[in-house]
């Protein structure tokens, strides 16, 4: 297999009569099959189904001497924010407890942010005439939209193997109208990068000119290992605390992944001044979460150890899925060198630079072969990938069979867009 660079024009001629006939064949078929987000597999789903029977008998809805079917407790019951701590390594007390999506408290600690100001704010953002935030890039979709929504300019730092580019960071951290930054500190969506020891100290130790920035630290796969050993991070909570910023941090983290999407646990955890500061007004939003709920993942996950165990199950259904794509670049891509891709061990995507001013091209050519996939251009701000390169694969969520199938098209449609990239 020769790259597509040293070819002839004919050659390429050649192989693209070839690679079209090919393509046109799969269009033929019919097929929709979905590599757009990073939802579970079905089987994945199944795993954690009896999960649903911990909680029978009325005594069963009791923890702490707090009934988990009543009102209160906004902070979450005391049990849950034990399991959090547990599996983060922090405090129970810095721990808040929400319902079904970090998403959702991340939204919220920014909107409050602009209504009430952060903990040392001088005023509400919203009285601000700047706000700006910093985007490590490429990166999650959906944090970029929470920033968009609020009017913030957002500003792209590029990702290195270690995390974003520190330097680049530290400098912009010098603006007071700098107010945040957004973070996958561990596999990293979409790129699989896992931040240095570094990376995380350079974070914990900034000083910000913002006395309210917002270090946003999304831990979203925690426990997510699928290729490798259980890697754990020292807490970012205490390593703020030690540097003086204690009140800088805001970590997430839910059961998303481990158990169900839609019916999951979520948690924020920051320091206790941020909690005191914060619980007042998240009480005049909501009496309490779904406690019930929160009790039934502590009665099902117990504590870190098991969670691990529980993950390890997960690992087996999601390692095939991640090794069918990897195992289709490396034969298919890898030696046209039209292509550079990481090799995840953890998380849920794999991260694909292809040729610059193509990326659109390609999954253009993979929708209309019944391909669905994330948007080109979504990793990063504003949704303009300055480049046209980056593509996000999401294999967990079809079956092998299905995968292998959807892999196989976009291989086809990576080569069709390059092809006509370097000219016909």
């Given at each position: 297999?020769?790259?597509?660079?040293?070819?002839?024009?004919?050659?390429?001629?050649?192989?693209?009569?070839?690679?079209?006939?090919?393509?046109?064949?799969?269009?033929?078929?019919?097929?929709?099959?979905?590599?757009?987000?990073?939802?579970?597999?079905?089987?994945?789903?199944?795993?954690?189904?009896?999960?649903?029977?911990?909680?029978?008998?009325?005594?069963?809805?009791?923890?702490?001497?707090?009934?988990?079917?009543?009102?209160?407790?906004?902070?979450?019951?005391?049990?849950?924010?034990?399991?959090?701590?547990?599996?983060?390594?922090?405090?129970?007390?810095?721990?808040?407890?929400?319902?079904?999506?970090s998403l959702q408290l991340m939204y919220d600690a920014i909107a409050r942010a602009y209504?009430?100001?952060?903990?040392?704010?001088?005023?509400?953002?919203?009285?601000?005439?700047?706000?700006?935030?910093?985007?490590?890039?490429?990166?999650?979709?959906?944090?970029?939209?929470?920033?968009?929504?609020?009017?913030?300019?957002?500003?792209?730092?590029?990702?290195?193997?270690?995390?974003?580019?520190?330097?680049?960071?530290?400098?912009?951290?010098?603006?007071?109208?700098?107010?945040?930054?957004?973070?996958?500190?561990?596999?990293?969506?979409?790129?699989?990068?896992?931040?240095?020891?570094?990376?995380?100290?350079?974070?914990?130790?900034?000083?910000?000119?913002?006395?309210?920035?917002?270090?946003?630290?999304?831990?979203?796969?925690?426990?997510?290992?699928?290729?490798?050993?259980?890697?754990?991070?020292?807490?970012?909570?205490?390593?703020?605390?030690?540097?003086?910023?204690?009140?800088?941090?805001?970590?997430?983290?839910?059961?998303?992944?481990?158990?169900?999407?839609?019916?999951?646990?979520?948690?924020?955890?920051?320091?206790?001044?941020?909690?005191a500061y914060l619980k007042p007004i998240i009480n005049v939003q909501i009496i309490s979460?779904?406690?019930?709920?929160?009790?039934?993942?502590?009665?099902?996950?117990?504590?870190?150890?098991?969670?691990?165990?529980?993950?390890?199950?997960?690992?087996?259904?999601?390692?095939p899925k991640f090794r069918a794509v990897l195992d289709a670049l490396d034969r298919e891509?890898?030696?046209?060198?039209?292509?550079?891709?990481?090799?995840?061990?953890?998380?849920?995507?794999?991260?694909?630079?292809?040729?610059?001013?193509?990326?659109?091209?390609?999954?253009?050519?993979?929708?209309?072969?019944?391909?669905?996939?994330?948007?080109?251009?979504?990793?990063?701000?504003?949704?303009?990938?300055?480049?046209?390169?980056?593509?996000?694969?999401?294999?967990?969520?079809?079956?092998?069979?299905?995968?292998?199938?959807?892999?196989?098209?976009?291989?086809?449609?990576?080569?069709?867009?390059?092809?006509?990239?370097?000219?016909?």
């Amino acid at each position: 297999m020769r790259k597509y660079t040293e070819m002839t024009r004919e050659e390429r001629l050649e192989e693209y009569a070839a690679v079209k006939a090919a393509y046109e064949g799969q269009k033929a078929c019919g097929l929709k099959l979905d590599m757009s987000r990073g939802k579970p597999g079905r089987e994945q789903l199944d795993l954690v189904t009896d999960m649903a029977n911990v909680l029978l008998q009325p005594e069963d809805f009791v923890s702490d001497g707090i009934d988990s079917r009543n009102y209160g407790n906004v902070e979450g019951l005391p049990a849950a924010r034990r399991l959090f701590a547990d599996i983060l390594g922090c405090r129970p007390e810095q721990c808040f407890v929400g319902g079904s999506a970090s998403l959702q408290l991340m939204y919220d600690a920014i909107a409050r942010a602009y209504t009430y100001g952060a903990l040392h704010s001088e005023r509400p953002w919203s009285k601000l005439d700047t706000v700006r935030w910093i985007c490590p890039a490429p990166g999650y979709d959906r944090h970029f939209k929470i920033s968009q929504s609020f009017g913030m300019e957002m500003i792209a730092v590029p990702m290195t193997p270690d995390g974003p580019d520190m330097d680049r960071v530290e400098e912009l951290v010098k603006d007071p109208a700098v107010k945040g930054m957004w973070n996958v500190p561990k596999y990293s969506n979409p790129e699989g990068v896992v931040y240095s020891d570094e990376t995380i100290r350079r974070l914990a130790s900034m000083q910000p000119a913002a006395p309210d920035f917002m270090l946003m630290w999304d831990n979203a796969y925690c426990v997510h290992e699928f290729d490798a050993p259980f890697r754990p991070f020292d807490d970012i909570l205490s390593l703020c605390e030690q540097y003086g910023n204690g009140d800088m941090i805001y970590e997430f983290a839910s059961t998303s992944k481990i158990t169900f999407p839609g019916a999951g646990v979520s948690v924020m955890a920051t320091s206790e001044a941020n909690l005191a500061y914060l619980k007042p007004i998240i009480n005049v939003q909501i009496i309490s979460y779904d406690k019930v709920n929160q009790l039934r993942h502590v009665k099902y996950l117990q504590d870190r150890e098991h969670t691990l165990a529980l993950m390890r199950r997960h690992a087996e259904i999601l390692r095939p899925k991640f090794r069918a794509v990897l195992d289709a670049l490396d034969r298919e891509i890898a030696p046209l060198e039209i292509a550079e891709y990481r090799r995840p061990v953890g998380g849920y995507f794999v991260s694909l630079n292809a040729m610059p001013g193509t990326a659109k091209r390609t999954l253009q050519l993979c929708k209309e072969a019944g391909v669905t996939m994330t948007g080109a251009g979504a990793t990063y701000p504003y949704g303009v990938d300055p480049n046209d390169t980056n593509i996000r694969i999401a294999p967990s969520l079809p079956p092998v069979e299905e995968l292998e199938q959807a892999v196989a098209i976009f291989c086809n449609c990576l080569k069709l867009s390059a092809l006509e990239k370097l000219g016909l």
